[in-house]
Structure formats: structure tokens, C-alpha cells
């Protein structure tokens, strides 16, 4: 059972355009969501987070966005730049009532911007 | 410079042999955990400690065994018993109020 789906493997868009990255999540308890940003071979980077209490947070050229009547989130990347080409990673936990911090990860979506 | 260091980089495993993945982190993080990644999948979790001397399974914990005797050492070792273990493998370490995970650069483990 997949509780945290990107339903795009992949997504093209050109140089200086706008990049949106979907994500859907199924479990309700979820009240912290992550974007992360991997290159091949390497590890991933932390790119943003959003607290289930927000329904946007912005970090320059980075916005997520989160509908939590709907469980879903979005990444929004303005204006996009061909460095940006890698695959973003939707991830999601319980941080509310525990101590346990584990990441409930999606597949990804491979994101390219063209010159 | 603080940072999550994982080793090898490559590492081939022949049939019925074990191999130990190694991860050390010098940021002082309570939590650690280990992932795979095989290719068009997400992230799976293998195992998490939150403290030394205590670890529990992930989701996806058989043909896998590790340990945590050390708060900077967290090491991943992957058994005869798992058959299948091609994959990238991702140790990470958080904070312990939580949230952001920090990944080390990955092992490649194949098999030969």
C-alpha cells in the first residue's frame, strides 16, 4: 500500500518556465511534508518542508503547497534552470505524539529543464 | 565539516556471502536510519535506532541485520539471506526533535 504517490515519473519544462511537482498521500496522520532533490549516484538534499498547519511555505525560488482536505502537495519551481534537472522526492511523517521521525517516501518524478 | 560519511562507494557481494555497509556521522544526530533505492522506486526503509543500542526494523528489514554501539556509527550489513540486493543504499541521521533527514552520498551494492 503506497501512502505517499508522485503519479509523474517524469517532467519536462523550459529554461525560465514554471516546474510543478505533484504528490498525493493517503494516510491522514501525516503532519510533515518534505521535497527532496537527488542527482544520480548521490545522495539526496533536503530542498523544503511544510508543517500540516501551514498551506504554503516559500524558500526563494521554491514553494510547496499543501491541500490537506484533498492530501495533496505541490512543489512549484520558479523560474526553472537547467540545474534543476534531477529527481524530486515527496516524503511525509508523523512528527505529532512520538518520537519516531521515519520518512514515508514517493517514487519521484524526474523533472528536466531544457535550454 | 560536518556530514553523513558512507563507505564503500561500490561494493560487489558474491552468492552467500555477507557484506557490512559502514556509515559515520559527526553531526551529533541522535536518529539514523538506512534506505534502498532501487531504480523507478522511492526510498524503502530498512532500519532506524533512534539511540545507541536500540534499533527497529523498517519495512522492508529481512536478509539485513545492524547495529548501533556507537551514536556516530550505524552499520548496515547485508546477509546471505537476502536474495535480492541489488540496490543504492542511503544511511541518513535527523535530529532528535526530528523532521529533515540528511543523507550520505549512497553505496552501490551489486552482485556478482
Known amino acids: 500500500d503506497q501512502q505517499v504517490k508522485q503519479n509523474s515519473p517524469s517532467l519536462s519544462v523550459q529554461e525560465g518556465r514554471i516546474s510543478i511537482l505533484n504528490c498525493d498521500y493517503t494516510n491522514s496522520m501525516f503532519d510533515y511534508f518534505l521535497w527532496y532533490k537527488k542527482y544520480p549516484a548521490e545522495g539526496p538534499t533536503f530542498l523544503i518542508s511544510i508543517s500540516s498547519i501551514k498551506d504554503k511555505n516559500e524558500d526563494g525560488r521554491f514553494t510547496v503547497f499543501l491541500n490537506k482536505s484533498a492530501k495533496h502537495l505541490s512543489l512549484h519551481i520558479v523560474p526553472s534552470q537547467p540545474g534543476d534537472s534531477a529527481v524530486y522526492f515527496c516524503a511525509a511523517s508523523v512528527r505529532s505524539g512520538g518520537s519516531n521521525y521515519k520518512l514515508t517516501f514517493g517514487k519521484g518524478t524526474l523533472l528536466t529543464v531544457n535550454p | 565539516d560536518g556530514g553523513i560519511t558512507q563507505s564503500p562507494k561500490y561494493l560487489f557481494r558474491k552468492e552467500g556471502q555477507n557484506v557490512t555497509l559502514s556509515c559515520e556521522q559527526n553531526?551529533?544526530?541522535?536518529?539514523m536510519y538506512w534506505y534502498r533505492q532501487d531504480p523507478g522506486q522511492g526510498l524503502r526503509l530498512i532500519y532506524y535506532s533512534q539511540i545507541v543500542n536500540d534499533f527497529q526494523k523498517g519495512d522492508i528489514a529481512e536478509g539485513y541485520s545492524v547495529s548501533r554501539e556507537k551514536k556516530e556509527s550505524f552499520p548496515l550489513t547485508v546477509t546471505s539471506a537476502q536474495k535480492n540486493p541489488t540496490a543504492f543504499y542511503l544511511c541518513a541521521s535527523s535530529t532528535p526533535t526530528g523532521g529533515v533527514l540528511f543523507f550520505g552520498s549512497g553505496t552501490q551494492l551489486s552482485v556478482l
Open positions: 553531526l551529533n544526530h541522535d536518529a
